[in-house]
């Protein structure tokens, strides 16, 4: 058995910690803003077929870092970095996106539309022997 004086002081102690605990439970957690992912360079644009194409990213988050990226034409990854080369793509249209994750799962999207030509095997035809040469089309 607690004496009198003993016994208020802790209740005025479990008091004190029951409300942390309440107000612990109650308070808002702080919401993870998202991500922000953008494509600054896909070069060239339009490519040919065969060709190198260079794709560049900056991403930031404003409550945190980037912990990946992911460089994906539909389903499929091609890249986890934040910038790097495609070569032998075959002619088409790609929709290529980017998805970075930060440090707490907030995600942040951006995609860009790449056309890749064929290669053109038509031949110039210079013209009246002056350097100059031309296409003909079609």
């Not at 612990?24 to 040919?48: E, F, G, H, M, Q």
């Not at 930031?60 to 091609?78: A, E, H, L, N």
């Not at 995600?107 to 100059?132: C, F, H, N, W, Y």
């Amino acid at each position: 058995v607690l004496p009198q004086k003993d016994f208020q002081n802790y209740q005025s102690k479990l008091k004190i910690l029951q409300t942390a605990e309440r107000t612990s439970k109650t308070a808002p957690a702080s919401v993870n803003k998202r991500p922000v992912a953008s494509i600054l360079l896909v070069y060239p644009n339009p490519a040919t077929e065969g060709g190198k194409i260079r794709f560049l990213s900056y991403a930031y988050d404003p409550d945190g870092t980037i912990r990946s990226y992911q460089w994906r034409v539909g389903t499929k990854v091609v890249s986890t970095k934040n910038s790097f080369l495609a070569t032998k793509i075959a002619p088409g249209t790609y929709d290529f996106s980017l998805l970075v994750t930060d440090n707490k799962g907030g995600t942040g999207l951006a995609t860009q539309k790449v056309v890749v030509k064929p290669v053109d095997t038509r031949k110039a035809t210079p013209l009246s022997g002056d350097g100059i040469a031309f296409w003909e089309v079609d």
